[in-house]
């Protein structure tokens, strides 16, 4: 009786002390990817190619339509899930909808993934990635301010880390505050771990500061996987991607304004989510004139989370 009384005892506190260490284990893989945050620079992130797509307007025309040189056709069978794919649009003239490569909106839809809205309606929304500051987000949020509209910014650690103050004011202006990671990088090539940490570490810092969570992520390099798009809806997340963009990533490549603005009224169709890098001093010239320029055609800035 004695024997089974100690075997009991053991086995109580054999358990209590696995489920302290694994508690353990969970606070200090979080107190890590907050580390990671706080201690993350610009200059660890490879941001030289901010997509993995080229997306500048050296296209080809196929059966009268226009078609990106570097479109990556995507199997409709994926076999293997850790496979590396790359997110794809051909554009279409005459502001109609583009395509998405094959079988890629298939499986977006299977994890809850977004790229585009309602198609039947003349409603756009704009996102912006901000890898790093170049000083342009500033007048972005002045501009989006003084045309009463909302957009989603795609932050990653660094520049939660170092621009908290611009953070602030989109999350007090009404913005959607989007998880783009926190060093950036390709997220299929991350074993499931480092993912995550990758993921939910930069969501974590972000609800530290704001008491809030983030809702959408956008892959880094518009690189994703089966298994990346599920582990991330599994974490809570909806995969956003885009029916436009464009080169605009390059610090040394200034086209200025006009052409910002007439590269996105060629290529404005109905359900649109626009990706546009914030680092780019074009866009932030042309911000307010493709704000009043898209309702003049009749579009209104939309909501993502009113995408269904």
């Known amino acids: 009786m004695y024997c089974k009384r100690v075997l009991v005892l053991y086995m109580i506190f054999s358990l209590f002390f696995v489920f302290a260490g694994c508690r353990d284990d969970k606070e200090k893989l979080q107190m890590n ?66 395509d998405a490569d094959p079988g890629a909106p298939q499986l977006l839809a299977k994890y809850g993934g977004l790229y585009i809205g309602d198609t039947t309606k003349k409603e756009i929304y704009l996102t912006f990635d901000e890898g790093y500051e170049n000083g342009y987000t500033p007048k972005i949020l002045d501009t989006l301010k003084a045309n009463n509209t909302k957009a989603v910014f ?19 202006e009404g913005h959607e505050v989007g998880n783009h990671t926190i060093h950036h990088p390709s997220l299929p090539t991350l074993d499931d771990k480092r993912l995550e940490e990758e993921v939910a570490g930069l969501d974590r810092a972000f609800h530290e500061k704001f008491g809030r969570n983030m809702k959408y992520l956008r892959p880094p390099k518009g690189e994703y996987s089966e298994r990346s798009l599920s582990i991330t809806q599994k974490l809570g997340y909806r995969n956003m991607f885009w029916s436009f963009a464009y080169d ?17 009224m060629r290529n404005l169709h109905n359900g649109a989510i626009l990706l546009l890098h914030a680092v780019s001093k074009d866009n932030a010239d042309a911000l307010g004139n493709i704000i009043k320029g898209a309702r003049e055609k009749g579009y209104v800035i939309g909501n993502v989370n009113n995408i269904k």
């Open 33 to 98: 990817e907050l580390k990671g945050v706080y201690s993350s620079s610009e200059k660890e992130l490879d941001l030289r190619v901010e997509l993995s797509g080229k997306l500048s307007e050296d296209t080809i025309k196929d059966n009268n339509r226009l078609v990106s040189r570097d479109s990556i056709q995507v199997s409709t069978e994926v076999q293997q899930n850790s496979r590396v794919l790359s997110w794809g649009i051909s554009r279409k003239p005459n502001n109609q909808t583009p």
């Open 154 to 172: 795609f932050i990653t650690g660094p520049y939660l880390n170092e621009h908290q103050d611009l953070v602030r004011r989109m999350v007090e």
């Open 248 to 264: 605009d990533w390059y610090r040394d490549k200034i086209r200025g304004g006009d052409y910002a603005y007439n590269i996105v």
